[in-house]
Nanobody
Framework: QVQLVESGGGLVQAGGSLRLSCAAS????????MAWFRQAPGKEREFVAA????????YYVESVKGRFTISRDNAKNTVYLQMSSLKPEDTAVYYC??????????????WGQGTQVTVSS
């Protein structure tokens, strides 16, 4: 089992930055692909970014390319999402997720409880 705990959410003005962290426990996630998803009020959860176990491959949804950066520190069992140039439409609960095997935009088995990000205009 893998337990994931997100942190770093909060309220920020449009154009600002936040860094989300996802700390894993239970098992080392160095062999797991990791991802961030988000769910805005009244909308379905959507994929945001993913990173391979080595960190060598990353994927982003089009709407965050150039603004968000996913990274990982396997020594710390932690994944990060650096968010810059935030927009009100980025407001959502952000979830960290893990899956065994190749990086993908779907098929994640383990999920955190989420952290709220609110961007004011």
């Amino acid at each position: 089992q893998v337990q994931l705990v997100e942190s770093g959410g909060g309220l920020v003005q449009a154009g600002g930055s936040l860094r989300l962290s996802c700390a894993a426990s239970g098992r080392t996630v160095s062999s797991y692909s990791m991802a961030w998803f988000r769910q805005a009020p009244g909308k379905e959860r959507e994929f945001v970014a993913a990173i391979s176990w080595s960190g060598g491959r990353t994927y982003y949804v089009e709407s965050v390319k150039g603004r968000f950066t996913i990274s990982r520190d396997n020594a710390k069992n932690t994944v990060y999402l650096q968010m810059s140039s935030l927009k009100p439409e980025d407001t959502a609960v952000y979830y960290c997720a893990a899956r065994w095997g190749q990086v993908a935009t779907t098929g994640y088995d383990y999920w955190g409880q989420g952290t709220q990000v609110t961007v004011s205009s």
